[in-house]
């Protein structure tokens, strides 16, 4: 135990080393170099058994499920393997054949190969020392796209057309002027880095090309929506709605599955620039540099990536805008439905007050009849009973009032009665 023995903070140990995860291969004089990046289509899980069957092919113990990255002899060079976001890389070196470009005899990439995914970028690098026929090489590049320069201060040249051989691999060829193991290999995966990393960077651009169609479609169909909006159809707000929801959706579909690319292509083409800058590379007469060859060629793709994601951007706000207006004409219209039938409403309980005061006027009367009736008999009986000086009838029309008010009064009583309390007992 050392000296501080302080509890160290989650995540330290991977912080510190992740500047040690991926360290330059020291590259000798006289190297053939193969990489080839695969995307893992199927997880970490077929990478995984991948590189356990080339270990127990050479016998050597397999790598843990969390390894990033794995190193073991092969032949008379070293095979090196390395995990990345969305690929795997797997690199190999050998000295160098007679002649550049020849067959390599033993390598890992055989028939007993069995790749994790599809790959994405094959690279086939060869370090040869200052010669004459070295520099007669160059020959068998294509002159058209020939991209040479100096690097490191003129201790280096490199050259290559970006095109692939027979095997399907981009070469690279490095003439070493006097470089220290180091120096070549800084070399050498920087130009790795380039030629692996231009061809992720260039994934968005096919993305962008099969949604630019898509796009199109759907902006024809919001100008159409937007045309019947400017001609006033309100009463089809419903449709266009429904409509315009439709095409949201589809670019919202779109746009989630173009994020992930696009943002991949962009940190990509930042390692290309960087890995380029890095080169400082010295411009030959007649010839361009691999950092003027890939701009005039990737920037352009980038631009179209960005135009894409743009027009998402613009379009998704232009959607927004059109539903926020077609709402507005259905909140208008909801608006004005439901005033019409609280006019509707209204009028209906005017009827019903005016119902409910002619019922009350009759209930009064009809009870007040009854009630004279009834008094009407208890009169006559008194009158004849009592034998008073006064008829039956004309105390019957005398309690006409009274039997009218006390009739009105017990009504209006009650009705006052159910307005207050028949809320209450809801």
Not at 66 to 89: I, K, V, Y
Not at 173 to 184: H, P, S, Y
Not at 205 to 224: C, G, Q, V, W, Y
Not at 365 to 373: E, T
Request: hydrophobic share 45%; proline share 4%; with cysteine.
């Amino acid at each position: 135990m050392g000296r501080f023995s302080f509890p160290m903070a989650p995540g330290r140990a991977e912080a510190l080393g992740e500047i040690h995860a991926r360290p330059f291969a020291l590259v000798g004089k006289s190297r053939v170099i193969f990489q080839l990046a695969f995307l893992t289509d199927g997880g970490a899980v077929v990478d995984h058994a991948v590189l356990a069957e080339l270990a127990r092919a050479r016998g050597v113990a397999v790598p843990g499920r969390d390894a990033a990255h794995f190193a073991m002899g092969w032949g008379q060079g070293t095979l090196r393997w390395e995990r990345h976001s969305e690929f795997s890389t797997y690199f190999w070196d050998a000295p160098a054949p007679s002649q550049f470009g020849d067959n390599v005899e033993t390598h890992p990439f055989g028939d007993q190969f069995s790749p994790p995914g599809s790959m994405i970028a094959g690279i086939r690098l060869e370090v040869r020392a200052d010669s004459p026929e070295t520099k007669a090489a160059l020959e068998s590049f294509d002159p058209t796209s020939l991209c040479l320069s100096e690097v490191k201060g003129g201790q280096a040249m490199i050259a290559t057309d970006f095109r692939q051989d027979g095997d399907g691999l981009t070469r690279i060829l490095v003439i070493d002027k006097g470089m220290t193991d180091a120096g070549r290999g800084a070399v050498v995966q920087r130009l790795l880095d380039i030629e692996t990393y231009r061809t992720l960077a260039a994934l968005g651009l096919s993305l962008a090309r099969s949604l630019s169609p898509e796009m199109r479609r759907i902006e024809d169909s919001l100008t159409k929506i937007t045309q019947a909006m400017k001609n006033g159809a309100r009463e089809n707000s419903d449709g266009l709605l429904a409509e315009i929801t439709v095409l949201a959706a589809e670019l919202e579909a779109n746009a989630a599955l173009s994020l992930y690319r696009f943002g991949a292509s962009r940190a990509y083409y930042t390692i290309v620039r960087e890995r380029i800058a890095s080169l400082d590379e010295s411009q030959q007469p007649g010839f361009e540099t691999v950092g003027a060859f890939l701009e005039k060629r990737l920037a352009p793709a980038m631009r179209t990536c960005q135009s894409i994601e743009e027009r998402q951007a613009n379009l998704s706000r232009k959607l927004s805008r059109a539903t926020a207006l077609l709402r507005s004409w259905i909140d208008v219209e909801l608006e004005r439905q439901n005033s019409a039938l609280l006019s509707s409403m209204n009028r209906r309980v005017k009827l019903q007050l005016r119902m409910q005061q002619t019922v009350e006027g009759l209930s009064v009367a009809a009870i007040s009849y009854y009630i004279v009736g009834l008094f009407g008999y208890l009169a006559k009986a008194v009158v004849d009973g009592f034998h008073l000086p006064v008829k039956a009838a004309l105390l019957s029309g005398l309690f006409v009032p009274v039997a009218i008010g006390f009739t009105w009064m017990v009504v209006r009583s009650i009705r006052r009665h159910h307005d207050v309390d028949g809320p209450s007992g809801d």
